[in-house]
Nanobody, 114 residues
Framework: QVQLVESGGGLVQPGGSLRLSCAAS????????MNWYRQAPGKEREWLAS????????RYADSVKGRFTISRDNAKNTVFLQMNGLKPEDTAVYYC???????WGQGTQVTVSS
C-alpha cells in the first residue's frame, strides 16, 4: 500500500533552515509527481511546491518562492523540502502528497520561534 512518512521538522529560530524529507513506499516513486503542503493552526491547508516524477520540473507558491526548494532522490524514494530564511509565519504542520490518488503523509511539525 502507498505510504508517505515525513520527517525533519522541529523548532528553529527565525532566519534558520530545515530540510524536510518524505519517504515513500508502495508504488513506483519515480513515475509520480509529488507536492508539499502545510497547515497552520486555524488556517486551510496551503500548497507550497510540486515536483514532476523526473525531478526536472518544479513549481512554487509565491509565499515560499526563493526560500524553499523542492527536490527528490528517486533512488531513495524520497522527496525533500529545503527551507531557508524561515519566518514565524512558516510555523505549521508540513505534509507531502502524492498527487495521483491523493495520498498524504501524517505530517511533521515545524515551529519557527525565538
Amino acid at each position: 500500500q502507498v505510504q508517505l512518512v515525513e520527517s525533519g521538522g522541529g523548532l528553529v529560530q527565525p532566519g534558520g533552515s530545515l530540510r524536510l524529507s518524505c519517504a515513500a513506499s508502495g508504488f513506483i516513486f519515480s513515475t509520480y509527481a509529488m507536492n508539499w503542503y502545510r497547515q497552520a493552526p486555524g488556517k486551510e491547508r496551503e500548497w507550497l511546491a510540486s515536483i514532476h516524477g523526473s525531478g526536472d520540473i518544479t513549481r512554487y507558491a509565491d509565499s515560499v518562492k526563493g526560500r524553499f526548494t523542492i527536490s527528490r532522490d528517486n533512488a531513495k524514494n524520497t522527496v525533500f523540502l529545503q527551507m531557508n530564511g524561515l519566518k514565524p509565519e512558516d510555523t505549521a504542520v508540513y505534509y507531502c502528497q502524492r498527487i495521483a490518488g491523493d495520498f498524504w503523509g501524517q505530517g511533521t511539525q515545524v515551529t519557527v520561534s525565538s
